[in-house]
């Protein structure tokens, strides 16, 4: 990850919030959130992510999790977002962990 100058850790600078910035994605799923979080911060893009909750008393349905990058990077973030989504199925191969492992030598 890249870190600014001045930065204390490693952990990327989020998007400064006096910056404009710019709704990139947004999902009701949290996890999906976080996915997406992190593919456009392995593309070199700072993003933050920040929960719409409502009271789902006042307003039932309503909520869900944004994913906000500055408004310079918007095009791009969208760009990589897309293109994720366009990509061939990541078949990863499953293992089973219930059974034991061969028995060497």
Not at 23 to 30: A, I, K, M, N
Not at 50 to 63: E, K, M, Y
Not at 73 to 79: G, I, L, V
């Amino acid at each position: 990850m890249e870190t600014r100058p001045g930065s204390t850790d490693d952990i990327a600078e989020r998007p400064n919030p006096n910056e404009k910035l710019v709704r990139v994605f947004d999902t009701e799923q949290e996890s999906e959130a976080l996915v997406v979080r992190g593919l456009l911060e392995s593309a070199g893009i700072d993003a933050d992510m920040t929960s719409l909750d409502a009271q789902q008393d006042i307003l039932p349905g309503v909520g869900g999790t944004i994913i906000l990058v500055r408004e310079e990077d918007a095009e791009e973030a969208r760009r990589v977002i897309e293109e994720y989504r366009q990509a061939p199925g990541d078949e990863t191969a499953e293992v089973d962990v219930s059974e034991e492992p061969p028995a060497e030598g």
